[in-house]
């Protein structure tokens, strides 16, 4: 049986959308997103439009993430209905960090674009890292290598207790 030889066509100018849909495809966080909130995925909250999801790679212990539910990498991309409820979610986040450990201090914010020090530029998010006083020297220095004295899956299981009635928080006024 005689098969058919089948050319490629170069096409070089899809390389850049190929390679941008392989970036988006590859987005850890949709990926983390579209299962059920488990230890395995981290994610602790999820409804139609955001999610709050434990650092993988956190600074400190209880370091959380707020995020869109959509891929989106610019806060300006984000309509005013959905930047509100990503504060509200970012403070009722806080708030639960706070029922589950006591903290110091915190640093919440955005890194925007790879410049602005985001490790996953497409995707924006918001960090939550709890503070200690005693933790003031190390983390600038070591942020990436220092020692997370609690394991990430213990404080999973204590933060997703908290988490139990975080839909409850969210709808409050
Ligand atoms: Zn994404």
Redesign the pocket.
């Known amino acids: 049986m005689k098969t058919q030889k089948r050319s490629n066509l170069w096409a070089p100018w899809r390389l850049e959308y190929i390679h941008k849909k392989k970036l988006?495809d590859a987005?850890?966080?949709?990926?983390e997103?579209k299962g059920k909130p488990s230890a395995k995925n981290l994610v602790l909250y999820k409804d139609k439009d955001v999610a709050v999801i434990m650092n993988k790679f956190p600074y400190n212990p209880y370091h959380l993430l707020v995020?869109p539910k959509?891929?989106v990498s610019d806060l300006c991309d984000l309509s005013p209905a959905i930047a509100a409820k990503l504060y509200k979610c970012v403070q009722k986040s806080y708030e639960a960090i706070g029922r589950a450990v006591r903290m110091e201090g915190a640093n919440i914010g955005i890194n925007l674009g790879t410049a602005g020090g985001a490790g996953?530029p497409?995707?924006i998010h918001w960090h939550i890292v709890p503070r200690w006083n005693s933790d003031t020297n190390f983390m600038p220095i070591l942020a990436e290598t220092k020692a997370i004295p609690t394991h990430n899956l213990k404080v999973y299981e204590t933060l997703s207790k908290v988490f139990d009635s975080f839909a409850d928080h969210m709808s409050e006024d």
């Open positions: 988006s987005c850890p966080f949709c990926t997103l995020l959509a891929h996953i497409g995707h």
